[in-house]
């Protein structure tokens, strides 16, 4: 099994720019991919961003695409969400994700494991 525990959320204002992190432990060799996922109120969970584990593919949803930035560090199996210029509407419970394969190529957005989310509230 893969723990996953989301930190760095909190309320902030628009226009701030925090860091999530997420620091998996457990049988960290069975993740090949990691991505971000957020919940608004009242709303289904929708993907944010993702990484493969082992090269430096990336992904983003259209709504994030060069205002937030993930990234990892494998020596310390953590995971990041860089998020600039942030906006009311990016309020949300943020929850990292881990899985995939070895023999993936590219960004499935397919996991196994979820972490309990952290919230992130943007006042104007």
């Known amino acids: 099994q893969v723990q996953l525990v989301e930190s760095g959320g909190g309320l902030v204002q628009a226009g701030d720019s925090p860091r999530l992190s997420c620091a998996a432990s457990?049988?960290?060799?069975?993740?090949?991919?990691m991505g971000w996922f957020r919940q608004a109120p009242g709303k289904e969970r929708t993907f944010v961003a993702a990484?493969?584990?082992?090269?430096?593919?990336?992904d983003y949803a259209d709504s994030v695409r060069g205002r937030f930035t993930i990234s990892r560090d494998n020596a310390k199996n953590t995971l990041y969400l860089q998020m600039n210029s942030l906006k009311p509407e990016d309020t949300a419970v943020y929850s990292c994700?881990?899985?995939?394969?070895?023999?993936?190529?590219?960004?499935?957005?397919?996991?196994?494991?979820w972490g309990q989310g952290t919230q992130v509230t943007v006042s104007t």
């Open positions: 994700a881990a899985g995939g394969s070895p023999w993936w190529t590219g960004i499935r957005r397919e996991y196994d494991y």
């Open positions: 457990g049988r960290t060799s069975r993740i090949f991919e």
């Open positions: 990484i493969m584990w082992n090269s430096d593919k990336t």
